[in-house]
Structures are given as C-alpha cells and as structure tokens.
C-alpha cells in the first residue's frame, strides 16, 4: 500500500529514507488527543507494522512549538456514555476502567511495533506527550522542549503510562516522583538528566527531526530480523529477571540464527 494512503485527518506519514517512516501528529491547534485522534494513533501503527518494509519510524509534530498539549478534555466523545450509567459506582467504574485500558491500548503501539520507534519532541510535551514518549523506544529532544507531567493539575494521577514506564526506563526515582507529584515543568537538559531523553539536539523542531531521521536511517541500514530480535528482548528483559532473560533468549536465538538475513549480513561483513 502507498505510504501516502496510511495518512489520516490528524497524523501525515511520509517516507523520508527507504524503511524510514515519519508520523507528524497535525491537529490543531495543540495536537489534544480526542477519542478519534488517539485511535488514528493505534491504527496508523499498527497498519505500518502489517503492511510496509518498515525498518524505523519517527514520531514528531508538526507545529515547531507544541508536540502536543495532552488530552483533549473539551472532547465530549472521551465522556459521553459516563452519564448513561447511572450513580452506580460498580458500573462506573467497570466502564471508565475499560475505557482508560483502551486508551492505554492505543499509546502503547509503539511497543508492540517490530520495528524501534524513535520519538522527535519539542515545544511544550504536556501531560499524555509524555505517555507518548514513554513508550517509545528512543527520545531525542530538541533544546527548546519543556516538558511537564501534568496530570496532578487536573486532579488525577497519570494513568496513560507514564507512571508505569518512568520508573523502569529511567535512573532517578526521585526526580520522577518530585516532577510527577508538583507537574512543574521541566526542560530538554533536565530530560536528559532524568535519563528520559537520550540526546538534547541544539535548536527546535526541524534540527530534532533531522537528527531523529538520521538515527532511523542508521537503524534502518541493519538486519530488520536482528533488530526486531533485540527490541523484543530487550523489553523481555525489563520486565523479567536476568536468568529469565538470559533463559528466553537462548531459546529465540535457537531459532533466529537461522535466518538467512543474518546469514547475508555475516558474508557482507567479510568481503
């Protein structure tokens, strides 16, 4: 299927590199997530995994000073069946619990992509950017990114992934719980520090999405079967122990050495 064709109302896909595919997150004015937006979010991803030669993808926004705003909350599509409900508090909660893991669902994509997503933030990264970022695999950050855990402003914990995720990807776990307990607003060197972005690009949106391109485009140059294989180990071993990890992936590789993409790279590597 043409690349062109994986576009949505809010999220434009274009293929800068062979196997590179860059989503630019494009509703405005802020890019707030509605019901319909984040479920875009789900299906282009997921579309991408199925159908192209995908190698990489990199998520940024198109407006150089918002990656996005968070949650869309003036979006009556996000509550309208609460009051259907009734006062009861079971039935409630059993739907506002669905729906929360729905949502949940759609932000964690990336993670179940085969592929490494690499996410290019700037501008203001509020509330569920955060999320979003979270469950990529890779966080560049321009210089003029802020970022902010906002959730406890409006009176709920962070429920998208943030609180799951900072903790295992992370090395400051007071930092996490001082910035996710006052939402104060922190910026790209702070990210850096926190170990939530790995490299701060000096300058805005288009020198962050430069350098994210650039990294998908060396990914994108390695074996797809040896890079799916270490992303999912990878992420096996964040929620396992060492000998577990170590247990599995004996029992993957036992199969992956087999594939002739590695047999191709190794006669590469010595001509």
Known sequence: MPVQNHSTEWIRVSEPFPHVFHLELCRPPVNAFSTQFWTEYKDVLEKINLELD????????????IFTAGIDLADASQFAEFHKLGSDPARVTAYVREHIKE????ISTPIRCRFPVIAA?????????I???SACDIRYAASDARFSIKEVDIG?????????????????ASLVRELAYTARSFEARE???????S????????SVIHAALDLARTIAQKSPVAVFGTKHL???AQDHTVAENLEYTSLWNGAALQTQARTFFLKMRVH
């Open 234 to 236: 990878l992420y096996h």
């Open 121 to 129: 933030l700037h501008g203001n990264v509020v509330g569920l950017g």
């Open 191 to 197: 990210a850096e520090k926190l170990g939530f972005v």
């Open 199 to 206: 490299t701060v690009v000096q300058g805005g949106r288009e």
């Open 156 to 172: 709920l914990a962070a429920d998208i992934g943030t609180l799951a995720h900072l903790p295992k990807i992370t090395g400051n």
């Open 54 to 65: 995908a190698r990489a993808v990199v998520i940024s926004s198109k407006f150089p000073k």
């Open 131 to 133: 999320d979003i970022a």
């Open 103 to 106: 949502f949940q669902y759609a």
